[in-house]
């Protein structure tokens, strides 16, 4: 895991998580660490933004191979996700416009619902 503390410390965490968002940022090796920081800072914001009750549950950031990382945040309802992603707070264009100026080749956003 790239990004230890980017996991969230709410009481409730024991629940499982029933939905992720997956990124795939395909990375040029001379900007990874400034994507990679970029990343933390922008999941650092969510954990703050939504410590209690809002079902985000936590994140992780991890490589794969040499030109991706691949970022997890967990909620526990797809609709906690929805109404975050929603919320004008999480700037979510910026953030992925960010990764882009700092030379991100492409980011790929998909969701997967957990058993």
């Known amino acids: 895991m790239?990004?230890?503390?980017a996991h969230s410390e709410n009481a409730n965490d024991n629940h499982q998580a029933r939905f992720a968002l997956?990124?795939?940022i395909?990375?040029?090796?001379?900007h990874?660490?400034?994507?990679i920081q970029r990343f933390h800072d922008y999941l650092q914001q969510l954990r703050q933004l939504f410590q209690e009750g809002s079902g985000y549950l936590g994140a992780e950031l991890h490589a794969?191979?040499?030109h991706h990382l691949l970022g997890r945040l967990r909620w526990?309802?797809?609709?906690?996700?929805e109404a975050?992603?929603?919320?004008?707070?999480t700037r979510?264009?910026?953030?992925a416009d960010s990764l882009l100026r700092l030379g991100a080749r492409s980011i790929q956003f998909d969701s997967v619902l957990l058993d």
């Open 26 to 30: 395909e990375v040029n090796g001379a």
């Open 64 to 66: 794969s191979g040499e």
């Open 76 to 81: 526990r309802r797809r609709e906690d996700w």
């Open 2 to 5: 790239l990004i230890p503390s």
């Open 32 to 35: 990874r660490a400034e994507i």
């Open 22 to 24: 997956l990124i795939d």
């Open 92 to 95: 979510n264009q910026l953030f």
């Open 84 to 89: 975050a992603w929603d919320c004008q707070r």
